[in-house]
């Protein structure tokens, strides 16, 4: 497809391509440049331009054709021949201006911005081009006179309005220096052909009021903007993407080994750690292949269109890429399937319940006991000496990413038979209430009851076999109304009896008692019965000023106000 | 070089000389005489042709008409004036002489 373009030619209208309209417009300029000074130059140029016409509506005629090509003129130039071959046969007094003559006025350059050649808007380059340099020099010398307080960015921005763009083929060449002859354009006819007619407009560009150069000025610069900023952000997204590739295979090898890890080739080890507790040992194949593929695809795909976007290179095609879709897809469907089992293992709840009844003391403390736990069997994987007494091994309490959740609570409640007794409940979840309540059976909990000494265990085990199930152990003691109960410091995390109270001096432990209302900090009891008592008095005294000072009303005011606030502190209800 | 620059004023020459005389043969149209000469093989490019008619004609030797075209825009049609027609026999007679001054250059004068 080409653009066509109707032209009047010896008083014929003929339909032409753009590219041969350029053509044929060289041509014509260089006849015309040619007979210039001939006496009788527009005679002879309409003769030419006539036959011209001719020429060309018969070729039109002869190939059946509508619209004026190349090929056409060309063979029309060929046949009218070239302004050189004119001066070898023509001569005579009024000698016709040569063609060195000709080419020195089309030689002269103009100052246009060259958009071809450009950093910003092509300033530099085209003061290159009129002063014959290479643009570099010309580049850096506006770089230099930038740093002179910016003058040279404001110089650069008047040329930037001042100077038109090099648009057309003409203008570049005018630019360039280059005659614009035929010449120069069969030189150049494998480069695109931009319309002559663009420059007959810019013409009138050139009488434009500035505000319309000044529009086309910020247009322009929001372009070359957008330009930059899409230049550079493709780097930064090809380093971006090269990034993720490098990243991505990493990870991809990463997960190949943690898979093979799971599947037991180097240590089975990592199932007894938490979240992978959950699972049952029969799901672990499947489970473990299904989040491999989850994983595994989207990372693979992302690596893959990092490829493409860092190397411009597709590395792998449609198909492949649905396959791989199937097979992700595939994944999430089994472990899909595979969590909402095991979540369907916590639907059901059960409790166990146990009652110990222990002897009464007066005091009770109570106490946690970090040294661990262990069963023969783990004494032996961990090589510790059973027979050695003094080697204790400390659990460190805390929960890691890595540790089930392991809950115990201890209550202490107020005993309504007057007898003290210690009620463990078991509680655990299930997929139904038997296998919720087998759960719950599988905990074994550990207490030391020492005289008065209630030692308890920091952490449950489940009895082997049994997986993690929500388990939680709830202890609660029932002392009798007056009962003392000194809680360590250890405990305080296992109980909500710790808030203000303040731990005894020189020990590690607070001491509280059982009253009618539940378990009271024994310090805090008397801190309040000491400000009682001190309300009281002060009570007291205020009643007596009262009775003394009847006169001064002001005063009588603020102490029956007083009166009135120690009265709500104590209770007493105002008369 | 020299033979063509020779060849070049040798041709220049003629070529004013077979316009005018094909002129002369009636009204004849630009197009037409550059077929006359280009199957005399005289003429290389028909924009020569365009200055020299131009020339001969603000010299007084050809006049031309408008005439209409079935075809496009209307025809220069060219005819000698009768100065031309003088300056022909003037052009005639020295090309006879030329002619004869060739003969014997060529073959010398005895044969």
């Known amino acids: ?575 | 070089m020299i033979a063509e620059n020779t060849q070049t004023q040798m041709r220049k020459g003629i070529l004013e000389y077979c316009v005018l005389s094909i002129i002369s043969r009636g009204e004849i149209y630009a197009s037409d005489i550059i077929a006359e000469l280009r199957t005399a093989k005289l003429l290389v490019v028909e924009g020569t042709l365009y200055p020299l008619l131009t020339r001969l004609k603000n010299n007084g030797l050809l006049s031309y008409n408008w005439v209409e075209s079935t075809s496009g825009p209307p025809r220069k049609y060219y005819t000698l004036t009768e100065d031309g027609r003088g300056i022909l026999s003037q052009l005639d007679q020295t090309w006879q002489e030329l002619a004869y001054a060739v003969g014997i250059s060529q073959k010398g004068a005895n044969s």
């Open chain 1, 1 to 575: 497809m080409e653009k066509t373009i109707i032209i009047n030619i010896g008083n014929t209208i003929i339909h032409i391509e753009e590219s041969a309209y350029e053509l044929l417009k060289a041509y014509l300029n260089e006849v015309k440049q040619y007979f210039a000074n001939h006496a009788d130059d527009l005679e002879i140029v309409t003769d030419i331009e006539n036959r011209i016409a001719e020429l060309l509506t018969e070729q039109l005629e002869e190939q059946k054709k509508q619209v004026v090509d190349s090929a056409n003129v060309n063979s029309v130039i060929a046949q009218m021949g070239k302004v050189q071959d004119f001066d070898t046969v023509e001569e005579g007094e009024e000698a016709p201006v040569i063609n060195n003559n000709y080419q020195y006025q089309y030689t002269e350059k103009k100052l246009y911005r060259d958009m071809d050649d450009r950093v910003v808007a092509g300033v530099c380059a085209g003061i290159a081009h009129y002063v014959n340099a290479d643009p570099k020099w010309i580049r850096l010398a506006t770089l230099l006179i930038s740093f002179a307080g910016g003058f040279g960015l404001l110089v650069y921005a008047i040329l930037w309005i001042i100077m038109p763009k090099a648009k057309s083929r003409i203008e570049r060449m005018e630019m360039k220096g280059e005659p614009a002859n035929l010449q120069g354009f069969q030189k150049n006819l494998d480069e695109e052909l931009q319309a002559v007619k663009e420059r007959l407009g810019e013409v009138n560009k050139h009488a434009q009021p500035i505000f319309a150069r000044l529009g086309n000025f910020i247009g322009e610069f929001f372009e070359w903007l957008g330009r930059f900023i899409s230049g550079t952000g493709k780097v930064i997204f090809k380093i971006i993407a090269g990034f993720i590739v490098v990243f991505g295979v990493l990870f991809l090898i990463a997960l190949i080994i943690g898979t093979a890890a799971f599947q037991g080739f180097w240590d089975a080890s990592i199932y007894e750690y938490f979240p992978f507790s959950i699972i049952n040992e029969s799901n672990r194949g499947i489970i473990l292949f299904g989040a491999f593929v989850v994983l595994f695809v989207p990372i693979l795909a992302l690596v893959l269109f990092s490829i493409r976007v860092a190397f411009n290179k597709q590395a792998i095609n449609k198909t492949l890429s649905f396959a791989l879709l199937i097979i992700w897809l595939a994944g999430v469907a089994i472990t899909g399937y595979q969590a909402a089992k095991i979540s369907s293992e916590f639907k059901q709840h059960a409790e166990l319940t146990q009652t110990v009844d222990l002897k009464s003391f007066a005091t009770y403390t109570l106490d946690i006991d970090k040294s661990k736990y262990f069963t023969k069997e783990d004494s032996i994987a961990y090589h510790i000496d059973a027979n050695q007494k003094n080697q204790i091994v400390v659990d460190d309490l805390e929960d890691g990413p890595f540790i089930s959740p392991n809950r115990i609570h201890i209550d202490i409640n107020k005993s309504e038979t007057g007898v003290t007794r210690l009620i463990h409940k078991y509680e655990s979840q299930g997929k139904t209430f038997q296998s919720a309540l087998q759960n719950a059976q599988n905990i074994s909990y550990t207490y030391a009851s020492k005289d008065s000494a209630l030692v308890f265990s920091p952490r449950f085990q489940l009895r082997k076999g049994s997986i993690w199930r929500n388990q939680e152990v709830r202890l609660t003691l029932e002392v009798p109304v007056g009962t003392i109960v000194n809680i360590k410091e250890g405990v305080y995390r296992y109980t909500n009896y710790y808030g203000d109270c303040e731990t005894v001096k020189g020990g590690d432990y607070s001491v509280w008692i059982m009253t009618e209302d539940g378990l009271k900090c024994v310090a805090q009891l008397k801190e309040e019965a000491l400000n009682k008592k001190k309300l009281k008095e002060e009570l007291l005294d205020l009643e007596l000023q009262q009775k003394h000072n009847l006169t001064d009303t002001i005063y009588q005011d603020s102490v029956s106000n007083r009166i009135k606030e120690v009265k709500e502190e104590l209770g007493i209800a105002p008369e």
